[in-house]
Nanobody, 127 residues
Framework: QVQLVESGGGLAQAGGSLRLSCAAS????????IGWFRQAPGKEREFVAAISRSGGRTYYADSVKGRFTISRDNAKNEVYLQMNSLKPEDTAVYYC????????????????????WGQGTQVTVSS
């Protein structure tokens, strides 16, 4: 089992940056692909970015491509989401999620494919 804790959220101005972290417990972290999702008030949870368990493959939603970067450090059991050029529409609660994968290059972009979720961290971008 993997337990996930997000941190790094907060208030940023439009055009600014934030770096989210997702810390995982458990000795099998490196066997899991990790995804970031977000949910704004009144909206459904949406996919943001994903990374394979090896870190060799990444995938982004079109809305964040070129602005956000996902990375991981398996030695530290952590995954990061570097968010640059923030926009007010990026305001949401951000969640990290983990899914065990057999292949080192697999990643997922739908929430139902993930087995474990963190509690979320609030990101607010002011205009």
């Amino acid at each position: 089992q993997v337990q996930l804790v997000e941190s790094g959220g907060g208030l940023a101005q439009a055009g600014g940056s934030l770096r989210l972290s997702c810390a995982a417990s458990g000795r099998t972290f490196s066997s899991h692909a990790i995804g970031w999702f977000r949910q704004a008030p009144g909206k459904e949870r949406e996919f943001v970015a994903a990374i394979s368990r090896s870190g060799g493959r990444t995938y982004y939603a079109d809305s964040v491509k070129g602005r956000f970067t996902i990375s991981r450090d398996n030695a530290k059991n952590e995954v990061y989401l570097q968010m640059n050029s923030l926009k007010p529409e990026d305001t949401a609660v951000y969640y990290c999620a983990a899914a065990i994968t057999i292949s080192s290059i697999t990643y997922y972009s739908t929430a139902k494919q993930y087995d474990y979720w963190g509690q979320g961290t609030q990101v607010t971008v002011s205009s």
